[in-house]
C-alpha cells in the first residue's frame, strides 16, 4: 500500500517498541451488548442493490461522514474536486475514509463490497455477508449529537460451529483540509503527520501548517498493535497520511465480536480532539441511546396518518432528512445547510423554503438559529438588509444574495411569527425586514416601476431582468409586511406596504400574464433583452433535441424580428422555467388566469415532478420513470426535474382549491423516496445532484398541514384558523402534536358518505379556533352534539369555538 513518507518514517521510529506487544488476543474480555441493539425496535429501510454504489451519510450537528453504501469511500463531490465525501468536522475535513479488512484461513478480504445497505433515522449499517470462511461482517455506524465524533462498530458474526482465529486491520486515511473557500480566511492546508498514542491505543494525525486533529482508535478490549496493512486499492487524494491498527481475534463458535473504533477531531486544539475521543470512546452507548430518544420526538412532532402509507413514511423521514442536514458551527452559528455532499453549508433562499415546512413540523428551535445565522452573517457582508445567498462553514460568503432572497425573508419572518406568536421575535428581525425592503426598492428599482431587477431562483445566464418569481416575493413580503407593521402599531407604514401590495399585485397580472401561452411571463423586458436570452434558448433546445421548444421559440424570435417596438417592455415567455408558476404560489394570481396557467404548468412534468426549465421536456418525459444520473459524465442541473418546483406547483394548486392535482404532485416527488439512498429523496429526481436537500420538506409540509388540514395559526392572538380542503383519498387523516405558540393540537378528519367529522383537542383550553367550510358544503353543523348554525364569512361559513376536546359533526 502506498503511505507518504512521513507515516513511513514514523512507523519505523515506532516499529521496536510494539514488538513488546502480543500478537494474539487468545481469550478476549467479554464484550458488552453491541450498538446495534438500539436499532431493533426502529424502523431500518433497506438500500436497493442497483445503488450499493452511491453516496450515503452518517450525519450529526457537529461532524459527518459521507461515503458509499457499498462500504467504500471514493474521491466525489464537485465543489471542491473529489473532496466532499468523508468525514467533516467543518469547517475542516478530517478524513477521506477508511479501509478494513479481514485476514483468515481462507484469505484476505477488503471490507469494500456490502452486500446489503440498511438505512436507520440516526445510523446505518453496511452488511458483508459474501465473505469466504462461514464469516458475515457488519459495520454499524452513528455521530452523537453535539460531538465531534462519529463511532464506527464492526460486528464479526462466525458462521460455524468451529472457533476461528482471524486478523482485523483498520487504516485511516487522514485529510486534515479546509473547507470551499478557506484560502478567503487564512486557511492553507499542509501535510498531514501521524503519531502513535500508546495509552489510547489510538492515531493520532495533525495538519502540519495548523492545529486541526483527527484521532482514531479502538476500545476493544485485549491487545493491538499497528501494522503494515492489507492493500485495498484505496489511494485518495490530497495531502493527508494513512495509519492502520490490526487486532489478532478469537470467534467462538456460532459466536460475535465486536470491534468498536472511535474517529474524534477538532479545529481547535489536541487537548480538545483528546477529551472528544475518550467522552466518545466511553460514552458511546449512552450517546446512541440519547439520539434515539431524540430521534422519536422528532418523529412524534407534526406526526401524520393517512391512508397513503408510502406517502405518510415519506414525510416522517423528510423530518430526520433535514437534521441529518444540521450544521452547527460554534464560531459561525448553527443552522440548516442546503444538502449533501455538495451543499454543506447555509444559503438564504433554501432556508426561506425549508423553515416554512420546519416551523409546520414543530423544528421551533432549527428555525430560530438559522434565521439568527443568515441574519448575523447578512448583516456582517451587506449591512443594508440584503440577505446573503451562499456562505461557506468558515463565514466567507460566495453570492451577497440574489433579488428574491431579500423579500423571501420578509414572508418567512411573518410565517414563523403566525406560528410562535413571539413578540420579541417579530421586535428583532422587523427592523430587519423594513430594512430589506428598503434596499430591494432604492437600490434594484431602476426604472420605478415597482419590479426590482435581477436574479431570481433562475441561475441562468442572462435571466436578471424584471423576474416573475421577484416580482411574485417581493409582492407578498409587501403584505406580509404590512400585517407585521400593524402588529408593531405602524399602521401609516402599514398602509404604505398595502398600497405597493396592491400595486404589484395589479402588475402581476397585466404586465406578467401572457395569453398566448395561458401562463405568466418568465420575466419582463424588451425586445432586445428577450432576443438575446431567445437565442440561448434555441441553443439549449436544439441541443437537447426538443422540436416542440425549437418551433415555438423560432416563432417567437421572427415575430419580435418583425417588430419595431424594440425598447417596449412586455413579459416574454421562453424557458417556462418552473417560477413562472410563483403567482400562484403565493396566490396573487387572478383566479381565471390561475387555472389556466396551473393547465399549462401540468404540461412540463414527467412522473417525478416538475421540470426546473420546461424546454427540456419531451414527449416521452411523461413516462420516464428511469434514473437521471445513468451517463451524466458532467454535473449539470440541464434536465432536471426537482422537488421544490414540484412543491411549489403543489402549494399553487392547493391556492385554488384543487387538493386532488396538489395531491397528485406529492405523489410524484414520493416516488422518488428511497430511489437510489433508502429513506431519502435527491435533490435531482430520482437519482442525482444531492441525496438529501433541506427544501423538500418545504414540498411536503406546506401542502399537508397548511392546506389539505388547512391550519392557519396567528399565535399571537392564541387563534387558530382551520380550514381543510382534504384530497378525495384521504377520507381518513389525522395530524398529531402540531406545535403552535405554547399550544399543541391534534386533528382527526373523518369522512364517510354524506358525513364528516373533525376531532380536535388543544392543550390550551383558551386559544380560538375558527373552523371554516364553503357555504352551503354541509345543511347541519353540530359541536360536541349539540346542533349549531354557524356563520358566515365571504363564501364560508364557520364557528368560532373553545376547549380542550371538540368534536365538529357535519351532514346533509
Request: aromatic fraction near 12%; proline fraction near 5%.
Amino acid at each position: 500500500m502506498h503511505r507518504p513518507k512521513s507515516f513511513q518514517t514514523g512507523f519505523l521510529r515506532l516499529l521496536p517498541a510494539f514488538a513488546l506487544l502480543l500478537s494474539h488476543c487468545n481469550n478476549p474480555t467479554p464484550v458488552p451488548a453491541g450498538l446495534q441493539r438500539y436499532t431493533d425496535d426502529v424502523e431500518g429501510l433497506t438500500g436497493r442493490a442497483a445503488y450499493l454504489d452511491s453516496p450515503f451519510v452518517t450525519a450529526g450537528d457537529r461532524l459527518y461522514m459521507v461515503g458509499h453504501q457499498n462500504g467504500q469511500f471514493p474521491d466525489l463531490g464537485w465543489h471542491v474536486t473529489g473532496e466532499m465525501g468523508g468525514i467533516w468536522d467543518h469547517p475542516i475535513k478530517l478524513m477521506d475514509g477508511f479501509t478494513a479488512a479481514v485476514q483468515s484461513a481462507a484469505g484476505t478480504t477488503c471490507l469494500i463490497q456490502a452486500d446489503t445497505f440498511i438505512n436507520y433515522p440516526f445510523a446505518n449499517k453496511q452488511i458483508f455477508s459474501s465473505l469466504p470462511g462461514h464469516l458475515r461482517v457488519e459495520r454499524f455506524q452513528f455521530v452523537p449529537d453535539s460531538l465531534e465524533a462519529v463511532v464506527v462498530e464492526f460486528k464479526m458474526i462466525n458462521l460455524s460451529d468451529r472457533p476461528q482465529s482471524l486478523r482485523f486491520e483498520f487504516t485511516g486515511y487522514t485529510d486534515l483540509r479546509p473547507v470551499w473557500l478557506g484560502e478567503r480566511t487564512g486557511m492553507i492546508d499542509g501535510p498531514d503527520y501521524a503519531e502513535w498514542d500508546e495509552t489510547n491505543r489510538a492515531w493520532l494525525a495533525r495538519d502540519s501548517l495548523n492545529d486541526w486533529y483527527v484521532m482514531f482508535g479502538s476500545a476493544l478490549a485485549g491487545k493491538n498493535k499497528p501494522s503494515p496493512g492489507v492493500d485495498c486499492s484505496y489511494h485518495p487524494a490530497g495531502k493527508g497520511t494513512a495509519a492502520t491498527i490490526g487486532y489478532d481475534l478469537e470467534l467462538p463458535p456460532n459466536g460475535v465480536v465486536l470491534v468498536p473504533f472511535t474517529i474524534a477531531g477538532s479545529y481547535e486544539s489536541e487537548e480538545k480532539v483528546r477529551a472528544v475521543f475518550s467522552g466518545v470512546r466511553q460514552g458511546a452507548s449512552g450517546l446512541l441511546a440519547a439520539k434515539k430518544a431524540r430521534y422519536a420526538a422528532l418523529a412524534a412532532r407534526t406526526r401524520l396518518i393517512i391512508p397513503d402509507k408510502q406517502l405518510q413514511q415519506t414525510f416522517e423521514w423528510l423530518k430526520y432528512n433535514d437534521d441529518w442536514l444540521v450544521r452547527d458551527v460554534p464560531e459561525i452559528g448553527r443552522g440548516l445547510s442546503a444538502g449533501l455532499p455538495d451543499y454543506p453549508w447555509w444559503f438564504g433562499a433554501d432556508n426561506e423554503y425549508a423553515l416554512k415546512g420546519l416551523i409546520a413540523t414543530g423544528r421551533r428551535d432549527l428555525v430560530y438559529s438559522t434565521i439568527d445565522l443568515l441574519v448575523n452573517i447578512s448583516e456582517k457582508a451587506n449591512g443594508n438588509g440584503r440577505i446573503i445567498h451562499e456562505v461557506s462553514t468558515n463565514g466567507a460568503v460566495f453570492n451577497p444574495g440574489n433579488i428574491n432572497e431579500t423579500p423571501q425573508f420578509a414572508s418567512l419572518i411573518r410565517t414563523v411569527y403566525q406560528w410562535t406568536g413571539d413578540r420579541a421575535f417579530l421586535e428583532k428581525y422587523y427592523p430587519v425586514v423594513k430594512k430589506g425592503l428598503d434596499w430591494l426598492m432604492r437600490e434594484n428599482d431602476r426604472d420605478l416601476n415597482l419590479l426590482p431587477d435581477g436574479f431570481g431562483m433562475m441561475e441562468i445566464h442572462g435571466m436578471n431582468s424584471e423576474m416573475v418569481d421577484v416580482a411574485a416575493y417581493t409582492q407578498k413580503a409587501f403584505a406580509d409586511a404590512a400585517a407585521m407593521a400593524r402588529a408593531m402599531n405602524e399602521d401609516s407604514l402599514a398602509a404604505v406596504y398595502d398600497g405597493l401590495a396592491g400595486q404589484l399585485a395589479e402588475k402581476i397580472n397585466t404586465e406578467f400574464w401572457a395569453p398566448d401561452y395561458g401562463s405568466y411571463a418568465d420575466f419582463v423586458g424588451n425586445n432586445w433583452q428577450a432576443l438575446t436570452l431567445l437565442q440561448d434558448a434555441l441553443v439549449r433546445a436544439d441541443t437537447l433535441h426538443k422540436p416542440w421548444a425549437s418551433e415555438e421559440l423560432t416563432a417567437t424570435r421572427d415575430k419580435l424580428l418583425q417588430s419595431t417596438a424594440y425598447y417596449k417592455k412586455q413579459g416574454f415567455v421562453l424557458y417556462h422555467n418552473w417560477v413562472v408558476n410563483t403567482p400562484m404560489e403565493t396566490g396573487v394570481a387572478d383566479p381565471d388566469k390561475a387555472l389556466k396557467a396551473l393547465e399549462t404548468g401540468a404540461r412540463f412534468v414527467n412522473p417525478f415532478g416538475m421540470f426546473v426549465t420546461g424546454i427540456d421536456r419531451d414527449e416521452s418525459a411523461g413516462k420516464d420513470e428511469g434514473s437521471f444520473a445513468a451517463g451524466k459524465k458532467i454535473f449539470s442541473y440541464t434536465g432536471a426535474v426537482m422537488t421544490l418546483p414540484t412543491g411549489v406547483q403543489a402549494v399553487a394548486e392547493n391556492n385554488y382549491g384543487r387538493p386532488d392535482q396538489a395531491l397528485d404532485y406529492l405523489k410524484r416527488m414520493t416516488r422518488s423516496f428511497g430511489y437510489a439512498l433508502p429513506g431519502s429523496i435527491y435533490e435531482v429526481s430520482p437519482d442525482f445532484g444531492m441525496m438529501t436537500q433541506a427544501w423538500t420538506i418545504y414540498s411536503f409540509a406546506v401542502p399537508i398541514v397548511q392546506q389539505f388540514f388547512g391550519i392557519q395559526p396567528e399565535a399571537a392572538g392564541k387563534s387558530i384558523r382551520i380550514r381543510p380542503q382534504m384530497p378525495a383519498e384521504w377520507a381518513d387523516a389525522s395530524l398529531e402534536k402540531v406545535l403552535i405558540g405554547n399550544n399543541e393540537l391534534d386533528m382527526h378528519y373523518k369522512k364517510s358518505g354524506k358525513k364528516l367529522e373533525i376531532a380536535l383537542r388543544q392543550t390550551q383550553a383558551d386559544w380560538r379556533i375558527r373552523f371554516y367550510l364553503p357555504s352551503g358544503e354541509y345543511g347541519k353543523w353540530k359541536v360536541n352534539g349539540a346542533v349549531i348554525d354557524p356563520d358566515t364569512e365571504g363564501p364560508f361559513q364557520f364557528v368560532e369555538l373553545m376547549g380542550e376536546e371538540i368534536l365538529i359533526e357535519l351532514m346533509n
